[in-house]
């Protein structure tokens, strides 16, 4: 079943569902602490994890299709990632 996926693409799923999961994990022990405090700590920390999975992601798409793509196209594509992290910082 697996050979039907893309290398590239059953990575990139991959980490979405370890992101999934430990998104679902965070609701959990916010749930089982039932306090303000905590969740608020396991909210900050669900924060630091998203950055990486986004990163993670978008640079394994990238060198799926660094193959495919033009050099300008691929500048273009790392130009909206500068853009969108630009964003997110202001």
């Known amino acids: 079943m697996l050979n039907i ?4 693409v059953l990575s ?3 980490i979405r569902i370890l992101s999934g999961m430990l998104e679902i994990t965070a609701a959990f022990f916010m ?3 039932n306090t303000v405090e905590r969740a608020l700590v396991i909210n900050s920390l669900l924060s630091i994890v998203g950055p990486i ?3 993670s992601t978008m640079t394994i798409g990238i060198y799926g299709l660094s193959t495919k793509l033009s050099f300008s ?3 273009w594509i790392m130009l909206g990632i500068v853009c ?7």
């Not at 996926?5 to 590239?8: C, D, I, L, S």
């Not at 969108?84 to 202001?90: A, D, N, Q, R, S």
Request: proline share 0%.
């Open 31 to 33: 749930l089982h602490f």
């Open 73 to 75: 196209s691929l500048l």
């Open 84 to 90: 969108i992290v630009y964003g997110i910082k202001k």
């Open 5 to 8: 996926f893309e290398k590239v």
């Open 12 to 14: 990139m799923a991959a």
């Open 53 to 55: 999975i986004f990163f």
